[in-house]
């Protein structure tokens, strides 16, 4: 591949960390000196995102917002295609939510400051009590009204067809009692494929599916949740793709 050839890919591969590092900033700015909350700041990660996603040409439409009550906390569980689901998520989701995120993260300078100033909750992907821990915290602050997006296939997929999703995230979603959504992507792997560092303008569609109520399942039924889970955002790729374009 001839870079030259893509002009707009490289102008996104080069702009997207500085406009990190500005919305990081910001945020940062928003925060301590604005003294301005952490709800209020996440106009930033939208716009980021957006501008991103513009440079990009990615025209991201959602579906399926009726099925979802604005003034409910819910957990979006989404199929993971490529590193765009979080600019297309972030962008255009349209609804407040908080990104959980690599405890790792955090200890980026400006970066992880950014993230923890504008409520963005860390977690402890290690072994034992500090990992329990954190699991915990982070179920509480979903049962206190914070929305969250996880993406329960744990990485992304290299082929852009749905991976098995993983039981471990249905522990927070039973730990927290709120809706879990099905969430469908399509496009993102077309735009930019694991493993690949140039974009390519494309469309981008969100689906999202009627909440699944959790509070009906017991932390041992973890396995029976993701796979109900991993049905449902099946469902709503299959119609997707059955469906004109």
Known sequence: MNILRYPRALFVLIITPLLTLLTSLGALFAIFI?????????TLPMLWAR?????????????GQGNLDR??????????QSQFDIFALQGYLGFDFRWMAKKELFAIPIFGAGMR???YISVDRSRGRQAVQSLNEAAQRITDGTSVIIFPEG?????GLLQPFKSGAMVLAIKAGVPIVPVAIIGTHQVL????????PGPVRIRLGRPIETSQFKPGE???LAN??????????????????
Request: hydrophobic share 40%; charged share 20%.
């Open 222 to 224: 973890k396995q029976e």
């Open 117 to 119: 100033s504008a409520g």
């Open 155 to 159: 990485t992304r997929s290299r082929d």
């Open 193 to 200: 494929a694991k493993g690949k560092l140039l974009s390519q």
């Open 228 to 245: 109900r889970l991993q049905q449902e955002v099946a469902a709503l790729l299959d119609a997707a793709h059955g469906s004109p374009q």
């Open 34 to 42: 604005c003294r301005l909350t952490a709800d209020t700041v996440q």
């Open 51 to 63: 501008i991103i996603c513009w440079c990009a040409g990615v025209e991201v439409t959602v579906e």
């Open 71 to 80: 003034t409910k906390t819910y957990i979006f569980a989404a199929n993971h």
